[in-house]
């Protein structure tokens, strides 16, 4: 039982990406809550409401210790009075009405299972319940137009909402090394997201692709896809191009965060693991029993398409599983800012951008940093320079959880 008068109080600075942020977290069952009104939120298009939320879960997993009692939280930031009434009812009642009467509700429940689809988002989603669609039953029997990105996404949608591993992760990284290597040797990938912040498991897995020389990468992507998909891996994918140099915001800053770099979002075929072998090239000797994932020659007596239909009903039986990955390709000489900028967390991101803004006068984006005051871009070719530019402490990725 720990006495008001001797609660320690602890010293958090108020921007995440002035904290150390680990996996370690003491107190789940408070963030918990709290991520999921900010998911509520967000999926409600409250941004404001669901950045609040984040905020303030994100200031719980930098504690070094559970909170027991309200005093604890005496002088911390970005609590406000939403999240300690939330906090409280959690302390003193062991649940929150408010968080377990918005998790059974038809709608947020609806809204989950919906956007739980790749490429439905919360509007569309929204639009949907409006016309009485509230599962995936219903969608399939609606007749709604889907795009090709929903229709991959419902087709795969256990699968896609199943947690990719660790594992999963570096065997998808074995066959992009060997895409980049087979269309550009000497180019580099690089595991960004949540897997390099040292998580276990993911929604997807996140890569960076780079040249050593800047120009070199000019290009890349669509020979990355072709390849991939003339040796069957993928079975969903979109590249979007670069428009950085396009876009014309006069002379100087780029005018907003967004992402302009070239990169696909993709669906991968991965042979589940017993299928996999240890490394990706004993996939290319495999014919026979092999199907889905395993790379095949023109020549190769068995191309792994027979039981495909038969497969994707049955997920015990199948030898492969759909998986998330995003790909980006950035020129060497905005590697650093890409780097930071797709490792996240989300909400570290935001952090760094509203540090930059606010106490630096500068622009942060996955691109470059520009410096108002002095009206120039600072170049860097590290995170750490990065981190410096903007005063502050190098903060490395698995403490970049918030
Ligand atoms: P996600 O893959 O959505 O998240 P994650 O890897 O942290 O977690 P999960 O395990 O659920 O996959 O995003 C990875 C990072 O990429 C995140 O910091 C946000 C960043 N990012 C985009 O998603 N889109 C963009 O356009 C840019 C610039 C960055
Ligand atoms: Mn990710
Ligand atoms: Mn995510
Ligand atoms: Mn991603």
């Known amino acids: 039982q720990i006495n008001e008068a001797e609660a320690v109080l602890f010293s958090v600075p108020s921007y995440a990406c002035q904290r150390r942020t680990t996996l370690d977290n003491c107190n789940t069952t408070l963030t918990d809550a ?6 509520n939120a967000e999926l409600s298009e409250e941004d404001g409401r669901g950045v609040a939320f984040r905020r303030a879960a994100a ?7 559970r909170v027991t009692a309200m005093s604890q939280l005496k002088g911390l930031p970005c609590l406000g009075d939403h999240s300690l009434r939330v906090i409280k009812d959690i302390l003193e009642n062991e649940a ?7 998790k059974h509700s038809e709608r947020f429940k609806a809204l989950k299972v919906l ?28 007749g709604v137009t889907l795009n090709r990105a929903q229709q991959a996404g419902l087709e795969h949608y256990d699968d896609l909402n199943q947690q990719v591993t660790k594992a999963e992760a570096d065997a998808i990284a074995e066959i992009v090394q060997k895409a980049v290597d087979s269309v550009l040797p000497s180019a580099q ?19 960076l692709i780079t040249h050593p020389e800047e120009g070199r990468e000019v290009g890349l992507m669509p ?3 072709s390849w991939l998909e003339s040796q069957g891996f993928l079975l969903y994918q979109k590249v979007t191009r670069n428009s950085y140099l396009e876009v014309n ?11 302009r770099f070239e990169r696909c979002f993709s669906i991968f075929k991965l042979a589940k693991r017993e299928e996999r072998g240890t490394k990706v090239t004993e996939n290319t000797v495999k014919t026979k029993d092999s199907v889905g994932a395993h790379m095949h020659s023109e020549t190769d007596q068995s191309p792994p398409s027979h039981s495909h239909e038969l497969d994707q009903h049955d997920s015990t039986n199948r030898r492969w599983r759909a998986v998330r990955v995003d790909l980006v390709v950035s020129p060497i000489s905005q590697f650093a800012f890409a780097l930071l900028g797709w490792t996240g967390s989300k909400l570290f991101e935001r952090e760094l951008r509203r540090w930059a803004g606010h106490e630096k006068a500068m622009s942060l984006s ?26 502050l402490e190098y903060i490395p990725p698995s403490e970049r959880n918030a």
């Open 34 to 39: 709290l991520s999921l009104l900010a998911e």
């Open 59 to 65: 200031v719980l997993k930098a504690l070094p210790v």
């Open 96 to 102: 929150s009405s408010e968080v377990e009467s918005t």
């Open 115 to 142: 956007t739980g689809i790749f490429g439905v988002g919360p509007r569309t989603a929204e639009r949907w319940i409006r016309e009485g669609i509230h599962n995936l039953h219903q969608l399939r029997e609606s």
């Open 189 to 207: 990938i690089t595991l960004a997201g949540g897997f390099r912040r040292g998580k276990q498991t993911g929604h997807d897995v996140d890569f």
């Open 223 to 225: 020979k990355v896809v």
């Open 249 to 259: 915001d006069g002379p100087g800053r780029p005018s907003s965060n967004m992402d």
């Open 366 to 391: 996955s691109h470059a940093l520009y410096d108002n005051k002095q009206s120039r871009y600072l170049r860097a070719a590290s995170e750490e320079e990065i981190f410096t530019h903007l005063g």
